[in-house]
């Protein structure tokens, strides 16, 4: 009896993950001014001309990473709301913490995001997807927690730090302005 292998092909969609997960990678490393959709098509093992039937172009690309980015973050945002134990403000808004403290020591997902900051200073389109984002990161930390706008502005705030004191590697370095800048903050 002879073993008959057919292959499979991916799925458009098969496809499409794919590209966004190497896109993820690639981002993360070099950011969107210096990843090119050669180098995603390539990681990805498809060509450059499938990246383009399944992205119309670079933007649309990164945009969807940034999107797949905003729903990890949700999604562990969400985690932590589940992990609370109890259900004031406060409570809530630590576990939410405590989520994204553990979700940003993946580098990946921390540098898509310091890229897609900057990128958006100078990207309209970029901005305005790094906006929607944290716009429906606000309104669900709000209706998770019921945390009032300061109490909100304040996790947001020390995210942000977060994100700025982990990309640097501040917590590697023992100096006064470290410990200043760490004071009160769970880093992993």
């Given amino acids: 009896m002879t073993d008959v292998r057919t292959r499979q092909l991916s799925t458009a969609e098969e496809r499409r993950a794919t590209v966004l997960r190497t896109a993820i990678s690639a981002f993360a490393a070099r950011g969107y001014y210096g990843t090119t959709t050669t ?3 390539k990681s990805a093992g498809i060509s450059q001309a499938y990246v383009y039937r399944l992205f119309p172009d670079k933007e649309a690309l990164f945009v969807a990473v940034v999107e ?5 973050i949700r999604e562990c945002l969400a985690e932590g709301v589940a992990r609370a134990a109890g259900a004031d403000p ?3 808004l630590d576990a939410m913490g405590e989520a994204y403290a553990r979700l940003i020591t993946d580098r990946e997902v921390l540098m898509v995001l310091m890229h ?3 990128a958006a200073s100078g990207e309209p389109v970029i ?3 790094v906006q929607r984002m944290y716009a429906r990161l606000v309104e669900y930390v709000r209706a998770a927690s019921g945390a ?3 109490s909100i502005q304040r996790f947001f705030a020390t995210g942000f730090l977060c994100n700025a004191t982990v990309s640097i590697g501040a ?3 023992d100096a006064p302005w470290t410990r200043t800048l760490l004071a009160g903050i769970r880093h992993y």
Avoid at 68 to 72: C, K, L, N, Q
Wanted: glycine share 4%; with cysteine; proline share 0%.
């Fill in 116 to 118: 897609a900051t900057c």
């Fill in 68 to 72: 797949h980015v905003g729903a990890v």
């Fill in 127 to 129: 901005r305005e997807a």
């Fill in 171 to 173: 917590v590697e370095v």
């Fill in 90 to 92: 406060a409570v809530v």
């Fill in 39 to 41: 180098e995603v098509a």
């Fill in 148 to 150: 009032d706008d300061a």
